[in-house]
Structures are given as structure tokens and as C-alpha cells.
T-cell receptor
């Protein structure tokens, strides 16, 4: 089945450690995204990529890094510079085409919940 | 300024009744898309419905319809005949086509609880 796979589902990290969240998609989508969700709040954009080997900062990129070496993969690293990393992280993908035939909705993975101890 | 505003943190509805979840947006881009997503307690985001800024008719998808009032910049979601399984967080989101950025900007959400 086509979809987006995020791993791990739950992750615990000590302060000062970097951690990498995996996101893989087999939908043949060009664009991929990382969002952060804090309890009771909406989603905030961390990074996005609309083509391989290119990515752009979102609204809250500080303390995070990404890479896009393959179309299918868009891993997110939460670095020790991220002051408050405990959150729910959602990866998504979409087509890039425009026009009436393309609503371009985002397809989401099931999320990764990161807790810093 | 907030691009997407959802003013109802929580809503209750009786099973089988209709409910309207409010969403207002702010943009100067003439071309934009509006989306509604459902997030059950498990956490995944489920796409419900889309409305383009140039669409003349309100979007409908099964029990979901979007009450699009362009002049008022509102895009309210209407769920008809509520079911217990509709209990979830609901998010309104927007994409501004003029930016070239495909990412969506989300509101803070409304928690809907359907009561038997």
C-alpha cells in the first residue's frame, strides 16, 4: 500500500543529544514536509522540500536540520540547539502540480512523539 | 497577524445532529486553497475537504461541506448527521498559491465531541 512511514513512533532523548526522525514515502510525491505539533495546538512548519537536493526553512527551523538526498526520504534531525524539543512531529508529502486537477492536499504519516528527559 | 483563526477551542454536538466548525483566514493573495483535516486521538491527519478561491460552488464530500464566504474570508466546515466516530480535533488550513510554497498553514484547531 502507498503511504508515508515515520519511525520511530516514540522516542526518548536526553538533553544535549541529537536525534533523527525518519520519514519515507512511496507515493512518488515530489514535495515533503515536517511539522511540529505541541499539545492542544495546531501544526507549525519546520522544513519543506519541493525537489530532491533542495529544501527550505519553514516558520520554526531553528534547532532542526534536514536532508533530501532521495525522493522517497526526508529525515529530520532535532539537534541539541533546539531549546524545547518535546513534541509530536508529523511528516507529510504532496504532489507539486497546480491547477484544478490538483488540490495538492498533504498526505501525513502517523507521527513521531519525542520526549526529552 | 494570524493567517488562520479557529475561535472554537471545543464543541459539543448530539449524535445525528449537524455541527458547524468556524474558520476565518487572512490573505492578500487572490489565489489560495482552503483545507480541512481531522485528527483523531491516534494522531494521524486525515484530509476531509478542499475549496479553491476561484471555485464558484461550495465543496462537498459526503457528510462534509464547506460554507465558503469569500467576502467575509470564512470557510466553515459543516458536518451533517454527526456520528460518534466524528469526535476528534479538526484543523482548518490554507495554501497561498502566489508564494510558490506548497506547504499549508494551519489553525489552532477545534476539538469536537459527539455525544450519544
Amino acid at each position: 500500500d502507498g503511504g508515508i512511514t515515520q519511525s520511530p513512533k516514540y522516542l526518548f532523548r536526553k538533553e544535549g543529544q541529537n536525534v533523527t526522525l525518519s520519514c519515507e514515502q512511496n507515493l512518488n510525491h515530489d514535495a515533503m514536509y515536517w511539522y511540529r505539533q505541541d499539545p492542544g495546538q495546531g501544526l507549525r512548519l519546520i522544513y519543506y522540500s519541493q525537489i530532491v537536493n533542495d529544501f527550505q526553512k519553514g516558520d520554526i527551523a531553528e534547532g532542526y536540520s534536514v536532508s533530501r538526498e532521495k525522493k522517497e526520504s526526508f529525515p529530520l534531525t532535532v539537534t541539541s540547539a533546539q531549546k524545547n524539543p518535546t513534541a509530536f512531529y508529523l511528516c507529510a508529502s504532496s504532489i507539486v502540480g497546480q491547477g484544478r486537477a490538483h488540490t495538492g492536499e498533504l498526505f501525513f504519516g502517523e507521527g513521531s512523539r519525542l520526549t526529552v528527559l | 497577524a494570524q493567517k488562520i483563526t479557529q475561535t472554537q477551542p471545543g464543541m459539543f454536538v448530539q449524535e445525528k445532529e449537524a455541527v458547524t466548525l468556524d474558520c476565518t483566514y487572512d490573505t492578500s493573495d487572490p489565489s489560495y486553497g482552503l483545507f480541512w483535516y481531522k485528527q483523531p486521538s491516534s494522531g494521524e491527519m486525515i484530509f476531509l475537504i478542499y475549496q479553491g478561491s476561484y471555485d464558484q460552488q461550495n465543496a462537498t464530500e459526503g457528510r462534509y461541506s464547506l460554507n465558503f464566504q469569500k467576502a467575509r474570508k470564512s470557510a466553515n466546515l459543516v458536518i451533517s448527521a454527526s456520528q460518534l466516530g466524528d469526535s476528534a480535533m479538526y484543523f482548518c488550513a490554507m495554501r497561498e498559491e502566489g508564494t510558490g510554497r506548497r506547504a499549508l498553514t494551519f489553525g489552532s484547531g477545534t476539538r469536537l465531541q459527539v455525544q450519544p
